[in-house]
């Protein structure tokens, strides 16, 4: 099964979350994909998060996680024991989304999307100092990412598999092209090429 979690004011529209969900129903596998659409509140997306996987065993769950939605699922897979692929991972979000506080708007639609200053400290109980087992990780994260460090994201994940992108972007444009190595570190077979 893969729980993606996709990023900040984003949603199951995002084309990460699309594509991946694309090629698990060209598998036959649409029912083994989960992609919520995730509360601004990091409490909230957690319990969320949790609750879908509930009674799911370790290790048939993979969890996905793309920007802040990356932060989540490395705290998801520190405290389940599952697999969890970080696709340029938000490694510290709490200095990064302090100037996000307030009203604006999600992506991929006009609804509102507000970020309350509380949030960051639900932020902050999330965070994973260090990955207890990095063999359980698989880190993309590129060069060209205008939004985060792609170097911060290397180092927080030393010793997971890693694919350093050269180039590209924060939302990995190209992600079609590692898509059938994020659902082999997955577990899923049969990839579709």
Known sequence: MILYLHGFRSSPLSMKARLTGERMAQLGRSADFICPQLPASPKLAMELAFG?????PAAALTIVGSS??????????????????????AVVPM?????????STAYHSDQPFEFKREYIEELRALAVPRVTQPARYFLIACTGDEVL????????????????????????????????????F???????R
């Open 95 to 103: 200095l990064d989304l302090d100037q996000h506080v307030g009203v």
């Open 149 to 184: 460090d792609y170097r911060d994201m290397v180092a927080h994940y030393a010793g997971a598999k890693q694919k350093v992108v050269p180039g590209s972007d924060h939302a990995i444009s190209e992600y079609a092209d590692y898509l059938g190595e994020v659902l082999e």
């Open 52 to 56: 879908l996987v509930a009674g799911v």
């Open 186 to 192: 997955c577990g899923i077979a049969g990839d579709i």
């Open 68 to 89: 802040l939605g990356g932060y989540y699922a490395t705290w998801m897979a520190e405290q389940l024991g599952c697999r969890a692929v970080v696709l340029n991972p």
